[in-house]
């Protein structure tokens, strides 16, 4: 990760539904390299699967699947998921890897879903909301697709990385973003990222009618001491990525539909 810096926020703003191409013109190295690596495949994976708990048979929304292996990995444990991302080119990878026997749709997390209301038990946003300059519209339209007593599972850039990755620090309490370059497989691409303080993002998820019920800051898989010695301790020991659980309350009749 190299040449971060902050960015005015108009600029930000025009910018940011054009990132979508980025992930476009790299899928296939980011996929390749997101497949097996310590902080995806040991870390940040195994800890949305684990959050999500038993699934079989539950209805999933993977909104932002990239090329699907959390699609893949609930799927293999029983629940009926359906993905979507805002890449067309991740969505070619995970249709390669998922068949046909999952519905994935082109879908920017900014704008209306494409599904009624209460159509999913569960949504998984994985590493996607720090994506957002305004969580509320993209919270607002989760909410309207999980039904009464569901859960909306998310993980994001943890609010303590994302204010030390730069000298002299921001504002913490303030939101805003910050761009840095990604290189994979000698293929580097600019990529933009919106921090806020914790307590903005537990607003934003109580704001659209949310329940908090799990924050977590989780190990590595056990697993991965072998694999990356090096790695594994670094972040067993230090923060990486948040994760949330936030469930939408029974109707008022207590039926959970």
């Keep these: 990760m190299d040449q971060v810096t902050d960015v005015p926020e108009s600029f930000a703003r025009s910018a940011d539904r054009d990132q979508v191409n980025d992930y476009d013109s790299f ?3 980011y996929a390749a390299e997101n497949e097996n690596n310590l902080v995806n495949a040991y870390y940040e994976r195994p800890a949305m699967v684990a959050l999500a708990g038993d699934v ?7 909104a932002g699947c990239g090329a699907g292996p959390l699609t893949a990995a609930l799927r293999d444990r029983g629940a009926v998921v359906t993905g979507i991302d805002a890449s067309a080119g991740m969505l070619a990878l995970a249709r390669r890897r998922l ?6 749709h082109v879908v920017d ?3 209306r879903l494409p599904f009624a209301d209460g159509a999913f038990d569960d949504v998984v946003a994985s590493l996607v909301l720090h994506y957002l300059e305004d969580w509320g519209p993209t919270l607002a339209e989760i909410r309207r697709v999980i039904r009464p007593g569901g859960r909306l599972i998310a993980s994001v850039d943890h609010p303590f990385v994302a204010y030390t990755i730069q000298d002299p620090r921001p504002d913490y309490f303030a939101t805003t973003s910050y761009s840095f370059d ?3 497989d000698g293929q580097s691409a600019p990529m933009r990222f919106w921090r806020r303080p914790l307590h903005a993002m537990i607003d934003a998820f109580t704001t659209a009618g949310f329940r908090l019920s799990v924050i977590s800051e989780p190990q590595p898989d056990p697993a991965a001491r072998e694999l990356f010695p090096d790695g594994f301790h670094d972040l067993s020991s230090k923060t990486c990525f948040l994760f949330f659980v936030v469930e939408v309350p029974p109707s008022a009749t207590g039926s959970e539909g």
């Design 109 to 111: 997390l900014r704008d």
């Design 182 to 184: 990604w290189t994979f």
């Design 27 to 29: 899928a296939e190295a």
């Design 99 to 104: 068949g046909d026997d999952v519905a994935l």
């Design 56 to 62: 079989a048979g539950r209805r999933i929304l993977d």
